[in-house]
């Protein structure tokens, strides 16, 4: 099993930026993938930014160019350093990793960024 837990969520000013963590533990050398997906009110789960065991990326459109997605070298750990961010980003930033072909979630942290 794989357990993940997200930080570093929290209130920024729109223009400011972020860094969010998610700390991995149980069976972590099987995950294929990587990746944050984030929700806001009335709104369905989205991809934000997934990253691989052998390091590509891959963006939603929407925060190419702002965002970072990233691994640890103790491969447990992902980021995601969000720049210039957005009133549109403001949702619940969850943390996931695919192991096995199924998906494991963490708990959501908010991200609220006002204007």
């Known amino acids: 099993q794989v357990q993940l837990v997200e930080s570093g969520g929290g209130l920024v000013q729109a223009g400011g930026s972020l860094r969010l963590s998610c700390a991995a533990s149980g069976s972590i050398f099987t995950i294929r993938t990587m990746a944050w997906y984030r929700q806001a009110p009335g709104k369905q789960r989205e991809l934000v930014a997934a990253?691989?065991?052998?390091?590509?990326?891959n963006y939603a459109d929407s925060v190419k160019g702002r965002f970072t997605i990233s691994r640890g070298n103790a491969r447990n750990t992902v980021y995601l350093q969000m720049n210039s961010m957005k009133p549109e980003d403001t949702a619940v930033y969850y943390c996931?990793?695919?192991?096995?072909?199924?998906?494991?979630w963490g708990q959501g942290t908010q991200v609220t960024v006002s204007s």
């Open positions: 996931n990793a695919n192991r096995s072909n199924l998906n494991y």
């Open positions: 990253i691989t065991t052998v390091g590509s990326t």
